[in-house]
């Protein structure tokens, strides 16, 4: 009897202790996420935009190499016609063709305004003038309104050649950040300027070539390229705001995220004042002319295996691919939510009892889920330090 008791006290014990463990935080899931990668068996379709294509095979090379039954294979719907898709990524603008059951952005990619003529990197236009110039109303690169902004600068009478056709995802942010800073001098799209659906980037570069040139195109373009692009005078009292990876992520700043289910979707609030960076007072003038790239994970029987992928794509060593592509990262205050999110249903790591040896690894709950394998790259041991304490 006495023995029963004590099994008995133990269970109801073990019950109360589970009852008052909190949640896991999002940021601590994303810490953990970020020193382990969790591993479900699978093998994935996925559907990636172009601009992302190489990104993408990193991404699903880099998830094979950790986990040795998950692997993710891109095709082109189009073509694979007989193939699900299982994960799309896709950019502003674009629905992928499923249920989804989780999705989350990845990454920015702002938009820029690229000029063709020697010695103007830089060269600054206000909202009205820059509408002028897409609306092909400024024929000279010697415009006296241009002239009057930039008084430093030697302009030339170069004829103004603009390139008609823009990503139409880049005419919409552009629209959306210049409508905001000037309604009257922005009264619209530009009508100089007519969406491309097949934007061929080798196409725009070589275009671009010609002396006089000015076109709405992709930041990463403008990056990956050192290519010239303009800077917007916001107002008469603030410095211009130049197109860099600073000022870009200073307007990730002022996004926020909104999670319904599984779902996270981010929105720019211009009302928000931006945080400074580490080790500043000062927070930059905003680039407010984004994109953003999204990852669908689709329901179906590889669902867990598409947000084991999804998770992976969100780690900050992921995000260090969106980088040194020429894209911008994600805003931390976004990745943490879309790491939570596509994380439901996923194993968790647990956290070693502060008694046990330094080298114990985490182990996953429940038991006969599939376990998260330790990245490749050294880990830092995770501590009871960071163990939420029980409210009750």
């Given amino acids: 009897m006495t023995r029963t008791k004590n099994v008995l006290g133990l269970a109801i014990v073990a019950l ?12 601590f899931k994303a810490d953990l996420a970020e020193r382990y990668v ?26 094979s190499e950790s986990c040795a039954d998950l692997s993710g294979t891109i095709i082109d719907p189009v073509v694979d016609v007989d193939t699900p898709v299982d994960v799309f990524i896709t950019a502003s603008g674009q629905t992928p063709t499923c249920t989804a059951a ?61 390139r008609a056709p823009a990503r139409s995802q880049d005419i919409a942010a552009l629209n959306d950040w210049m409508g905001r800073l000037d309604p009257a001098g922005w009264p619209g799209a530009p009508s100089g300027l007519v969406a491309d659906a097949a934007f061929d980037a080798e196409l725009v570069i070589t275009e671009l070539e010609i002396e006089g040139t000015i076109s709405v195109v992709p930041a990463s373009l403008v ?8 800077s917007i005078q916001t107002s008469s009292d603030l410095e211009p705001v130049y197109l860099n990876t600073d000022t870009v992520i200073s307007a990730g700043t002022q996004m926020t995220a909104t999670t319904s289910d599984s779902i996270v979707t981010a929105t720019l609030d ?3 004042a931006p945080v400074p960076p580490a080790g500043s007072d000062v927070a930059l003038e905003p680039w407010q ?33 969106m980088i040194v592509s020429g894209f911008t990262e994600l805003p931390e205050q976004i990745r943490t939510a ?10 968790e790591p647990s956290i070693p009892p502060t008694d046990a040896p330094a080298d114990v690894a985490p182990t996953d709950f429940p038991s006969d889920e ?23």
């Fill in 102 to 162: 989780a999705s989350s952005p990845i990454g920015i990619d702002a938009v820029a305004v690229a000029v063709t003529v020697e010695g103007l990197d830089g060269v600054v236009f206000s909202p009205a003038l820059l509408h002028r110039a897409l609306s092909g109303g400024m024929t000279s690169w010697a415009d006296p309104e241009l002239q009057d902004l930039n008084p430093d600068l030697e302009l030339t009478d170069t004829p103004v050649i603009l």
């Fill in 38 to 63: 969790t591993c479900v068996p699978g093998e994935i379709a996925i559907s990636t935009v172009p601009e992302l294509g190489e990104v993408t095979q990193a991404w699903a090379d880099g998830i």
């Fill in 289 to 321: 002319a984004l994109n953003q790239f999204t990852i669908t994970v689709c329901s179906g029987a590889n669902e867990m295996a598409g947000r084991a992928f999804a998770r992976y794509v969100l780690r900050l060593d992921s995000q260090g691919v």
């Fill in 270 to 272: 211009p009302a928000l």
């Fill in 16 to 27: 109360l202790i589970s009852a008052c463990t909190p949640p896991m935080p999002p940021e």
């Fill in 370 to 392: 599939p376990t998260e394998m330790p990245s490749e790259e050294p880990m830092e041991e995770v501590t009871d330090a960071a163990t939420p304490e029980p409210t009750s």
């Fill in 338 to 347: 879309g790491v939570d999110a596509v994380s439901k249903g996923l194993p």
């Fill in 223 to 230: 990056t990956n390229n050192s290519l010239q692009s303009v």
